[in-house]
């Protein structure tokens, strides 16, 4: 073999490296910040939703999408129908008791959700991809979880979301439903205190 073709081979040897090294630097900064995609039915269409800078999606009043039926057995075995809380404004949790960005916001939305419970805010979560109740249960009592979950093993909840709306796309996402029930604003990361006040404060103030 001549000289150039062995030097040829170490330049294609070393490009490949350094793109397999890209790759994993990407993957593991999108671990970081969602554990897996979650319901992709939405994100099309006239979505209507302005992207902020700070990862917040949301929708001005007149303009926004009703939220689908979200109802079903909670992971205590109980029924719940999220359009039953319209008139309060609810913060919808997508999470699952194997993702550690749900572990890591976890405790801020115990707190936020104990603090503006008075102002009529209704903290509801779904719990996704966990294959029984056992772990999604023993997660809540970890984290002093009293607000409820429902069940959603399969994701079935997350696509009833149409196109076009701000549907999760992720595991961890947020949703804001105002209190006519229409969805107002939409995360797809896991959120820090600070962040979760941010996106519920404008439509906690809306009248």
Avoid: H
Avoid at 32 to 57: K, P, R, W
Avoid at 85 to 101: E, H, M, Q, R
Avoid at 114 to 139: C, E, H, L
């Amino acid at each position: 073999m001549s000289a150039a073709c062995r030097a040829d081979q170490r330049s294609n040897r070393t490009r490949s490296r350094a793109a397999l090294l890209t790759a994993g630097a990407a993957a593991a900064a999108l671990a970081l910040s969602a554990c897996s995609s979650g319901g992709t039915s939405g994100g099309s269409g006239n979505t209507n939703f302005v992207a902020g800078e700070d990862g917040i999606s949301t929708v001005a009043k007149g303009e926004r999408s009703a939220a689908p039926d979200l109802s079903g057995e909670t992971v205590d075995g109980k029924q719940l129908d999220v359009a039953d809380y319209k008139g309060k404004v609810v913060v919808l949790n997508v999470w699952g008791s194997w993702c550690p960005p749900c572990r890591a916001e976890a405790p801020n939305f115990v707190k936020v959700a104990k603090d503006t419970a008075a102002q009529g805010v209704q903290f509801v979560g779904i719990n996704t991809r966990d294959p029984s109740t056992g772990p999604a249960k023993a997660f809540e009592d970890e984290q002093g979880i009293t607000y409820p979950s429902l069940y959603d093993p399969t994701g079935k909840l997350m696509l009833r979301f149409k196109k076009g709306t701000l549907n999760p796309q992720a595991i961890p996402s947020t949703l804001i439903i105002d209190r006519d029930g229409n969805i107002a604003a939409r995360t797809l990361q896991a959120l820090s205190e600070d962040k979760l006040r941010e996106m519920l404060a404008p439509v906690l103030a809306e009248k």
